[in-house]
Nanobody, 124 residues
Framework: QVQLAESGGGLVQAGGSLRLSCAAS????????MGWFRQASGKEREFVAA????????YYSDSVKGRFTISRDNTKNTVYLQMNSLKPEDTAVYYC?????????????????WGQGTQVTVSS
């Protein structure tokens, strides 16, 4: 069993930056593909980024490519999401999640462990 806890959310002005962290409990963190998803109010949860077990390959949604960077540190059981050039449309609750399979990483249905989420609000 893996428990995930996100941190680092907050309020930021458009154009600013935030770094989200997701700390995982347990000794099997390195066995999981890790992903970030977000859910804006009234919208469905959407894929943001994912990173494979050893750090490559990495996947991004088109909406964040070039602005967000996902990374992981398996020695610290932590995955990060560096978010730069933030826009008001990035406002959402951000969730980290873990899956065993390295295929279809953009599909939230394959993720077996989820954090509680952290709110990111970008003001214009």
């Amino acid at each position: 069993q893996v428990q995930l806890a996100e941190s680092g959310g907050g309020l930021v002005q458009a154009g600013g930056s935030l770094r989200l962290s997701c700390a995982a409990s347990g000794r099997t963190f390195g066995n999981y593909v890790m992903g970030w998803f977000r859910q804006a109010s009234g919208k469905e949860r959407e894929f943001v980024a994912a990173v494979s077990r050893i750090g490559l390959p990495i996947y991004y949604s088109d909406s964040v490519k070039g602005r967000f960077t996902i990374s992981r540190d398996n020695t610290k059981n932590t995955v990060y999401l560096q978010m730069n050039s933030l826009k008001p449309e990035d406002t959402a609750v951000y969730y980290c999640a873990a899956r065993e399979s390295g295929t279809r990483v953009t599909d939230p249905l394959g993720y077996v462990h989820w954090g509680q989420g952290t709110q990111v609000t970008v003001s214009s």
